[in-house]
């Protein structure tokens, strides 16, 4: 058996870039061995078991460390202590009366107590290893190891059963409530897209395109499902002992005390000017991409024309491939060289931000930073539906139209300084004027050249224009993205992995440290030769080690990027189904593989997340609010708009002119945009139907609710039987009158009583 290890202290021993000297190395290697003595002494001295071992690398330390038992009882005294003063269950509920010390410790328990007295401030109790503080910068991460054998088991259930029949009390018994909650969450979201699964399957072959009924029960389903899942939260919450667990957070190793309440407000308040600079910057990167992709490559006739339009849109592709998936490739291609370096530039500048807003503890920060991040990625996913909807089908022919007109008809322009610089004569090209009703007309201005970049013709132009884009893109959105999603996080960290591991000169490895190939110890130079033997270091010690120093070289695991995924996902069913009715049938089968995808990356791409108490998902529940919200505007105006087929108005085209047309298309908006700010009000209403019904059937009189207030009782009770009685006096204890036994000298007014001689008095007289 290997040793217990609960936590793992990676320390840099020695600076990334060679020293440029030996006084500058001698310094170094001076100033590492005191924060490494620092850092033994301390832990030694708090009462942990703490060793040294090489790491990966030789300027990396991995300092084992493991809790005595009678620091682990302490530390759970402590805690339930904290609890209690705070207003939290002390232990689980069926056992609210047991000894504190007969309540079975988890192994996510265990790990969370020890990790939090290693990196909690001293004014909280801690030990102050904080990794990055200026005391232990060279302290890069406290990590947790990974139990192999829960892990094995754990992918074996995904794989081979059904998603109901993982138990989630055993996730959190092993990663913690956070990690539970998700799967929780992802579950019951999960089975919760049948309903729409259905509904879209039965509009989408036997109903008519935007229909009212199923664009109506859609939205029903998501006020319904987020209502739901809030009384979810709170039930889980009560199950598991973590109601309010936000109020015995540990604060931040960074957070500065003593900050007034204004400048808190004001700093979050001036990161609002950076988050609408970044979002202004991506529209127009997302808008130019738009018009290249939607109008522009439909215009162009040139050389490789079939490349610029459609990538995969060769016959031999076509053989394999749907025409329309091959279609729907091209939105996702154009935008991939840009945006993902501006959505990196924001995140770190989002990051910095909300260090700079000082907050006090993880979760608030964790907060902010997550709606930060979310906003961007909000417009990212769904700009390119919104300008498809209420631009392309309303207005691409004016748009074709306009393109058509600065691509050729200014010979000062960009494109014409483009053509230029390729040495193409701007006077063989064609010139437009715009006509009498507003069209665009040609007007040759010289020959022809041989060979035409552009589409001329402004009929044969807008027969380019796609009808069913919508559609299209939805499929895009739905299956492509979500495929190329699950094959990143499942099979791209093991190329990567095995190609470092390669290049490292290791062999291939595999996510649990075991080599494909001949496994090498790690070695250095000044290493004696006898200590690689097997009588100094046994074979077990040494396959152990191993695996410590892979899962040491794996990434931490983020569960922002599995939140916003499904979060993501929820828009599109929400938002934009009514497009599609096909989408959430295709998320309920995303997700099926997502769920096995997102546990197989925990368990072996990414180093065990450290478990947190929490109560609730944070900032992702407002966040699914505000997109059901949302989604009543985009729902109403969809189908406003598009329910009597909007070519109708093109097909007045010929016998009404352009401004008529325009005119009408203008108003359809407008009518559009008063139906949507009515449905918007009519969800606050529906809202507040769905909350109440569900809060009466659901929550009043639950099993939970019933736990909760006698698990409170019982604290109560509890914390009384320890207070010293003082009974009350009993009435036949004393003879004497109240006034006799102050000695008041109104002890006459007190003696005489005049009830009964006012109740008899009505008989006397009668």
Sequence with gaps: MPPHVDVVVVFRAALKHTPLSKEHARKIAARAERQYTALVDTLMRAGLHAVGRRGEN???????????????????????????LYGLPMSKLPSAEADLDSAPLSSADRVRLVHSYLTSTPQDGGLGIMPGCKEWDLVQSVMALHNHEFNEQWIRLWTRHRIASVELEKVRDQFGDSIALYFFFLTAYTRALIFPSVLGVLFYFFGTPYSVIYSTLLFIWSIVFVEWWRLQERILSVRWCTRGSFRVEKRRADYIPGFPWWRKEARKLASIPVILLFAIALSIVLTGVFIL??????????????????????????????????????????????????????????????????HAHQSSHASSFSIKVFTLSAINAYLNLVLSAFVYVPFGERVMSLVQYHLFSAPQGATTAI????????????????????????????????QNL???????????????????????????????????????????????SFRAGKGFRNGSGKGIGKKKRVAFDDEPAGQARDDVRTREEREFLEIVRSEVSLPDYDIFDDYSEMVTQFGYVALWSTIWPLAPLMSLLNNYIEARSDAF??????????????????????????????????????????????????????????????????DLLISAMLVALLASHAYFVLRAVVRRTLEHTIWRGSQEMKESDRVERELKEKYLAQCPPTPLPSPLDSQQSVGEQDGDDWASFWATDEGLEEIRKPCKDA
Excluded at 58 to 64: H, I, N, Y
Excluded at 70 to 78: G, I, K, N, Y
Excluded at 643 to 665: I, Q
């Design 58 to 84: 030789q300027d990396q330390l991995l300092v084992l460390v493991t809790c005595p038992p009678d620091l682990l009882v302490r530390l759970v005294h402590c805690e339930r202590y904290s609890d209690f």
């Design 293 to 358: 992709e939607a109008f522009v490559t439909q215009l162009y006739k040139g050389p490789g024309h079939r490349i610029v339009v459609s990538p995969l849109g060769w016959p031999m592709f076509r053989l394999l491939i749907p025409d329309i998936l091959l279609k729907a490739f091209s939105p996702t291609l154009l935008f991939t060289a840009l945006v993902p370096q501006l959505l990196g530039v924001y995140k770190a500048s989002a990051k910095r931000y909300t260090d700079w807003e000082n």
């Design 419 to 450: 053509l230029e610089k390729f040495n193409i004569d701007t006077n063989y090209t064609l010139k437009f004027g715009l006509g009498p009703r507003g069209a665009i007309m040609q007007a040759v201005a010289g020959r022809l050249p041989a």
């Design 454 to 500: 552009f589409e001329a013709d402004t009929t044969r132009a807008r027969l380019n224009l796609n009808p069913s884009r919508l559609q299209e893109q939805m499929f895009a959105f739905s299956v492509t993205t979500q495929v190329m999603d699950n094959i990143q996080d499942i099979f791209l960290p093991f190329v990567m992995r095995a190609i470092g």
């Design 601 to 666: 990356k925990i368990a072996v791409h990414v180093r065990r997340p450290i478990p947190v108490r929490t109560d609730t998902i944070g900032p992702w529940f407002e966040l699914l609010s505000f997109l059901v919200w949302l989604s009543s505007i985009t729902n109403s105006a969809l189908v406003y708009m598009f329910r009597t087929p909007f070519n109708g108005l093109a097909a007045e085209h010929e016998s009404f002119p352009e401004d008529h047309v325009y005119a009408a298309t203008k």
